[in-house]
């Protein structure tokens, strides 16, 4: 079900959706009952195999001149990456705002992300925080998301840590950017990268929503008692994001700077160890200081991407592939890092 009728809103609220029926209703309720008012609401079900789009559609009839609904052709399931590419598609607004439908946007978001945006024109996209729930709404502890706006490298802060959100971006931005990577599970991280490394973000405190966890969440946070298969899973899926932006930046040299392709090397290493898969970690070891030789001089920024990535293990392969010149091995960035890591790890019992 749509309805055309050719307003062009500030905003364009996309909905991915994906059998979250039972979460749906409280999700558009807090859309609906945003104080900022010109927005539409562009919803993709994703060939949910529950009443998600009975849901969605029952909620087009009663806001007729401000949501449409969408569905791929036969009703098929095709993934959150096709069915992110598919919202941008049909949305018509100045702003590009996600919500997953499982999660809730606080009244007054949209209004807080596009004063934000109006007022810093420099700026191509806003992030921020949101309150942790439980599957029933009730409030947990901690909140999902950092504010990353300190750190030097946007980019290199999320290729170590994927936890950013909600966003509100400029869809002129997102039109340059490009599609999601089709067939990616983790897609949105792979394209916020690939965001950031275009235009500036930045961070807007006060937490603006609500993150929803339980047992079927398939955004980029697992749930509290996430089983070991589960976690598993997981990091296959966060390899595929980073093994899809190597390639890219080895098929076109101006996306990503050569240490920045170093990263996703180091980064797959880090996924490799927690999975039990040794040789394919070091591996992307060695990868990463072939892909950027400057690396290996650069102990000050290497221990810090160490610091961040906070295994003992791959600290010991990276450790191994320096060999032990006196240039590293005193250095004191990097023994700081060592000793800090192997506390850490200890103490977790990697």
């Known amino acids: ?44 079900d994703d060939g949910s195999t529950d009443n998600s789009l009975e849901i969605l559609n029952e909620y087009a009839r009663k806001h007729p001149a401000m949501m449409r609904v969408f569905t791929h052709p036969g009703r098929r399931n095709l993934g959150a990456s096709a069915t992110d590419n598919l919202a941008i598609r049909r949305a ?10 499982d999660d809730i946007s606080y009244p007054d978001r949209i209004e807080r992300q596009v004063a934000f945006l109006e007022s810093r024109p420099e ?38 840590s994927a936890t ?47 993150h929803r966890n339980h047992d079927s969440n398939t955004s980029i946070s697992l749930p509290q008692h996430a089983t070991r298969e589960r976690i598993r899973q997981d990091v296959r899926w966060s390899i595929e994001v980073f093994t899809t932006l190597r390639r890219k930046s080895q098929a076109d040299s101006r996306l990503f700077p050569l ?27 060695a990868e990463a200081f072939q892909s950027d030789p400057t690396f290996r001089r650069d102990v000050k920024h290497l221990a810090r991407c160490l610091g961040q990535a906070g295994s003992l293990r791959l600290l010991a392969m990276v450790t191994r592939q320096l060999g032990f010149p006196p240039g590293w091995l005193w250095n004191g ?18």
């Open 92 to 101: 018509r607004g100045v702003y590009w705002c996600s919500e997953d439908s």
């Open 123 to 160: 700026v191509g996209w806003v992030y921020g925080v949101s309150d942790f729930i439980d599957q029933e709404g009730k409030p947990l502890e901690g909140q999902y998301g950092h504010d990353l706006s300190s750190r030097p490298d946007l980019v290199e802060d999320l290729i170590f």
């Open 1 to 44: 079900m749509s309805n055309d009728s050719g307003r062009i809103p500030a905003v364009s609220v996309c909905i991915p959706s994906y059998n979250h029926a039972r979460f749906l209703p409280a999700t558009l309720d807090a859309i609906f009952a945003q104080t900022f008012r010109d927005f539409e609401v562009v919803a993709v």
């Open 333 to 350: 960035d990097f023994l700081s890092t060592a000793l800090r890591v192997g506390a850490n790890r200890i103490l977790r019992r990697e």
């Open 164 to 210: 950013i959100a909600p966003l509100m971006i400029r869809m002129k931005c997102m039109k340059d950017v490009g599609q999601f990577q089709p067939g990616l599970v983790r897609g949105e991280w792979e394209y916020w990268i690939r965001l950031a490394a275009r235009y500036p973000a930045a961070f807007m405190p006060g937490a603006v929503g609500a």
């Open 259 to 285: 240490r920045t392709r170093a990263l996703f090397d180091l980064k797959r290493a880090t996924l490799h160890i927690l999975i039990k898969e040794r040789q394919e970690a070091q591996r992307a070891v």
